[in-house]
Nanobody, 126 residues
Framework: QVQLVESGGGLVQPGGALNLTCVAS????????MGWFRQAPGKEREFVAV????????LYGDSVKGRFTISRDFAKDAVYLQMDSLRPEDTAVYYC???????????????????WGDGPQVPVSS
């Protein structure tokens, strides 16, 4: 059974940058699509980004487009989220997730993902 473990969260100032890492253990995730979601206090879980099985395709939520970059490393069974130009409204718990079955067209939905990490907190504040 695969487990996803995120790291790299922490306090960052507005305008700053942070890189989140998600590493799989227990089973390779090389045949799955990998995504990031976030959830702010009192709000629903929000789609951030997803990357295809071979890494050729990416998709971003409108609120992060142009500022965040998702990538994956097959040798390390890892996926990354580079976050630049961070804003206070980016404050949330960020979750890494793995989708095994659902098609690309549904991967903006949290329900399409089968395995979730615990999520590091990313507070953006001065």
């Amino acid at each position: 059974q695969v487990q996803l473990v995120e790291s790299g969260g922490g306090l960052v100032q507005p305008g700053g940058a942070l890189n989140l890492t998600c590493v799989a253990s227990g089973r390779t995730v090389s045949e799955g699509k990998m995504g990031w979601f976030r959830q702010a206090p009192g709000k629903e879980r929000e789609f951030v980004a997803v990357i295809s099985v071979r890494g050729a395709l990416t998709l971003y939520g409108d609120s992060v487009k142009g500022r965040f970059t998702i990538s994956r490393d097959f040798a390390k069974d890892a996926v990354y989220l580079q976050m630049d130009s961070l804003r206070p409204e980016d404050t949330a718990v960020y979750y890494c997730a793995l989708a095994l079955i659902d098609p690309w067209s549904l991967l903006h939905l949290a329900s399409s993902f089968d395995v979730w990490g615990d999520g590091p907190q990313v507070p953006v504040s001065s």
